[in-house]
């Protein structure tokens, strides 16, 4: 231990011609020396084979002590680190808050976590009760992923790997957020001979390969492991190790964005083909005995009472149907060429069962028994109802119009959709009310009018005998102004389709608790499944056109056939 924290000690070369073939995180043994030249350190190191610890502190590459004391320890060797910049205070003025710095700290270890699963890595703030990162060794860098970052990407994930090819001697593996997974902010995580680096090359490869997939402003999670020759790459070109230098950068990137683009499409186009039968439902039409007030409780919301009281009006607008030189016929029509045939197919022959619980349906299609994500399905049939213009029949209107500002301010005090690094949140709900008040025109195309002073006047109504329930419209009124690629243009094909894609989630049969009322009521009670199965199903068996995502996110799963059912009581009766 006397000479552990000396310059070149711990250097992992024994010849010259190990230069050019390192596979080490480092190779001068610099790094505990130029570390005890700006920071106070303690290392306690244990043997296997020896019943005590012993303990010795540095300044300057030297040990402070003329010889290491015995202390109390494990068996393994740990290394504290104290007041770092100590002795540089310009240097440690740089340093942004510590709260800033442990934020960065924290997705280091996560991303280490990821690349080294057979290692538990824990990281705790200082006087933390409880580790704020914290995975166990022994599992696969999925598990980690899943346990790190949340069950629903974790669900999401697709494995990919690569083998060595002539052209190449690199080797890719790792994990991808499928097609139905994104996020905000990028994730990505990439590895190269288990260093943690980054790379515009790799990243450019990550982003063509999602271009047709994801929407703009939406990132996915990527980690990846590359292993290259260590001839091939150069580690010793920038400072801090952050970035490599490869020999084979383009050979490299193309491989990245094969691998990618093939598991994605994979992912994306799977489909199976079943028998079907012919069986019709007659179809709901609206009548004028079926409009109904929708009365809503009013809710107190940062100091703001909301009235969300309303009713059902004709909405006067021309027009039934999408004129085939607008952007919403353009961006229609794509959706409808990349339509499954397969779950088509089910969908016009299907035969509502019933709903086992109030996020799924259970229908009979053809020989097979199916059960359906409801939450999923009910949206993708409200985007295609808003494209086709549906939204200009009928409009559900508000005797006392929220204001955007408000539904705003609900929305981002929902857990997990506003952090401090987002920005100030008055900034974001006033910046909102300038978003809607700019694009007006183009949503009273979708049926939502928004008045001069910022508030919601009305929402399309898409479905006869069914309320949405106005816990969606926070989130919905948020991402429509934080979500959509604006700037594009009004008249742009992509804006449309992500208009009718925000919108079509105030459809969604889902509650949301209100979290400033204490007794955890719901801005709307909204109509009952019973009101709503009946025109989904009719949607369904009509004119849907099931995007492919449906089919490759296990929204749409096959439980049995008719007849193994039949043979399985059969058995049960003998």
Known sequence: MGILCERFTTSKLRAYEELNTISTFGFRGEALASITYVAR???????????????????????????????????????????????????????RSSATEYTRIKEVVRRYAINYPTIAFNCRKDFGTAPDVMSTAKQSSKDQIRLLFGQTLGENLLEISSIANPGSA???????????WSARKSCTAYFINGRLVDS??????????????????????????????????????????????????????????????????????????????????PKLDYTESDQKGIVVDAEVIKGQSIDLTSTITRAERPGNKTSDSTPKATALEKLKRKSHNGLRSIFEKCRLVGAPTDSSILF??????????????????????????????????????????????????????WSPGDG????????????????????KLYGLSVSADGRILS?????????????NLPLVVLRIGSDIPWELGDSSPEVALAIATEMAGLYTPVTIPNLTCPEGDLLLKPSGLSDLLPALVNSLQTDFCPPPELASTGTVVQLTTVGTLCQTFERSHC
């Open 41 to 95: 350190v303690r290392v306690t190191s244990r043997r296997p084979d020896s019943d005590v610890a012993y303990t010795a502190s540095y300044q300057n590459s030297k040990m402070r002590e003329p010889e290491p004391t015995q202390s109390a320890g494990n068996r393994g060797t740990t290394i504290v680190v104290d007041d770092l910049f100590y002795n540089l205070p310009v240097r440690k003025s740089s340093l």
């Open 170 to 180: 690199a080797v890719l593996s790792g994990c991808i957020s499928g097609t139905d």
């Open 364 to 417: 009979e299609s053809g020989d097979g028994i199916y059960v359906a994500d409801l939450p999923r399905v009910v949206r993708a049939v409200s985007r295609q109802k808003l494209l086709e213009n549906a939204a200009c029949d009928y409009s559900i209107t508000f005797s006392n119009p929220p204001r955007i500002s408000d539904l705003c301010c609900a929305a981002l005090s929902i857990p997990g959709v």
């Open 459 to 471: 929402l399309p109504r898409l479905w006869d005998s069914y309320c949405p329930p106005m816990a």
């Open 200 to 281: 515009s090359a790799i990243h450019k490869a990550v982003q063509q390969a999602y271009s047709n997939y994801l929407g703009k402003g939406k990132h996915p999670f990527v980690y990846l492991s590359l292993k290259v020759p260590p001839h091939e790459i150069d580690v010793n070109v920038h400072p801090t190790k952050a970035e490599v230098a490869l020999l084979r950068e383009d050979t490299v990137s193309s491989l990245v964005h094969d691998v990618l683009q093939e598991a994605l499409s994979t992912a994306k186009e799977t489909s199976k083909s079943f028998p079907t039968v012919t069986l019709k439902r």
């Open 424 to 443: 100030d949140q008055d900034a974001i709900c006033g910046a909102l009310v300038d978003c809607y008040s700019k694009h007006h025109q183009v949503l």
